[in-house]
């Protein structure tokens, strides 16, 4: 049974993780807001905390567990994460490699999409020969997923299924992101002609896109539900109040994506590692997490010494 200081340990991990990988997604909606009313704007905080918080961080995860154990049925997945019966515990351990391979599969697409495609500060040794070879991206990635999956069928199909589907879930959802940019962009320029009701169904839609990353990223911290859900609930409450208030000082600290995309490798590889049957502490995801954002963290604000 997992103890106090391990759940306190774990939400924190996981608000962290929540708002440095949505600082990308604070700034469009920043941006947006920007184009908007004020009473927009209320709505969009209002109904934007409610839908954020507990439609799409409260529902998704618990549909992901429900998808990875329909056995369970809808309302038994969501007790099966933190009940003690052993029968139901057997259940979700039997079926954890599928959505860990799904999710750390998804995780590292992201990550190596970041490192050799997107425009970024380069923070560590590297990452601009890397860059400079973005068109290695797809054949890294394919060799990276039929690796996983030709070792997961020896073990479980379904777990090379859900290694797949990992993959494609990238693929969406980046066409998502793209597509948001170029929106963005538009409503900027004012070459899209938007009501505020649209605006806000906008922000909604891509924040459901964007927050895919750290529910994924979440099951790497652990699989009881209401953990995730106040872990990344917090995390969405902090991001939202840096969207109005305080994003411009968040873009000085130049070097946080970098943290958010090594910290999204590591749990990536957790996951994956731990979908083989590798044992890895409940302690490691956060303590990593901790780690790789801090280090960037510093690494920002020594930048920011060193520029002023």
Do not use: C
Request: aromatic content about 16%; hydrophobic content about 55%; cysteine-free.
């Amino acid at each position: 049974m997992i103890d106090l200081f391990s759940i306190i340990l774990i939400i924190f991990g996981l608000a962290l993780f929540e708002i440095i990988i949505s600082v990308d997604n604070a700034i469009i909606n920043a941006e947006v807001l920007g184009t908007m009313s004020r009473k927009g704007r209320k709505w969009f905080l209002l109904w934007g905390i409610l839908i954020a918080v507990f439609l799409v961080r409260g529902l998704l995860p618990w549909i992901i567990v429900w998808a990875s154990n329909p056995s369970l049925g809808f309302l038994g997945s969501f007790t099966a994460s933190f009940s003690s019966d052993p029968e139901v515990a057997k259940v979700i351990e039997e079926s954890s490699p599928i959505l860990l391979a799904g999710g750390g599969t998804f995780l590292l697409f992201l990550f190596f999409h970041w490192l050799f495609l997107e425009p970024k500060h380069y923070g560590l040794v590297g990452e601009e020969f890397i860059h400079k070879k973005g068109f290695w991206f797809f054949a890294v990635v394919s060799v990276l997923l039929s690796v996983i999956v030709w070792q997961a069928i020896k073990i479980k199909p379904w777990m090379a299924f859900g290694a797949v589907i990992g993959s494609t879930a990238f693929f969406i959802t980046h066409g998502f992101k793209e597509n948001a940019e170029q929106m963005e962009k538009q409503m900027l320029e004012g070459s899209a002609e938007m009501s505020d009701i649209s605006k806000i169904f906008y922000l909604e839609v891509i924040d459901a896109t964007f927050s895919i990353d750290g529910i994924l990223g979440a099951f790497a911290f652990t699989f009881i539900l209401p953990v995730i859900l106040i872990g990344n609930g917090i995390g969405a409450l902090v991001v939202r109040q840096l969207t109005v208030s305080n994003i411009e000082r968040v873009k000085r600290y130049k070097y946080l994506k970098n943290g958010a995309m090594y910290s999204i490798f590591a749990l990536g590889s957790v996951m994956v590692l731990h979908s083989f049957g590798a044992h890895i502490p409940e302690w490691i995801s956060p303590v990593l997490t901790f780690g790789i954002i801090g280090y960037f963290f510093w690494k920002s604000v020594k930048e920011i010494k060193t520029s002023s």
